[in-house]
């Protein structure tokens, strides 16, 4: 089992950069691709970015290519999300998550979540 903890959201103005941390406990974590997601109020949760459990393949949304890059450190247990250029379109709150699937941009294929971290961009 893994437990996922996100850290890092925040409130900046639009342009500005937020990086998103994920810690993640367990020794099975290098077993596991990730992803990023996020949720604004009244939609649905949607998929923001992911990277293959050696970190060789990451993909993104088309929203956000360019600006977000995802990473991770195998011997940190820990996933990163650095957001450029922030849009308020950005405002939502982000979601880590671990699927034992192949690497996927559907929710219901991550196995665990963590709690969420809150960002807001001004405009």
């Known amino acids: 089992q893994v437990q996922l903890v996100e850290s890092g959201g925040g409130l900046v103005q639009a342009g500005g950069s937020l990086r998103l941390s994920c810690a993640a406990s367990?020794?099975?974590?290098?077993?596991?691709?990730m992803g990023w997601f996020h949720q604004a109020p009244g939609k649905e949760r949607e998929f923001v970015a992911a990277i293959t459990w050696s970190g060789s393949s990451t993909f993104y949304a088309d929203s956000v290519k360019g600006r977000f890059t995802i990473s991770r450190d195998n011997a940190k247990n820990t996933v990163i999300l650095q957001m450029n250029n922030l849009k308020p379109e950005d405002t939502a709150v982000y979601y880590c998550a671990a699927t034992r699937s192949f690497i996927t941009t559907m929710p219901n294929q991550y196995d665990y979540w963590g709690q969420g971290t809150q960002v807001t961009v001004s405009s």
């Open positions: 367990g020794r099975t974590f290098r077993n596991y691709d």
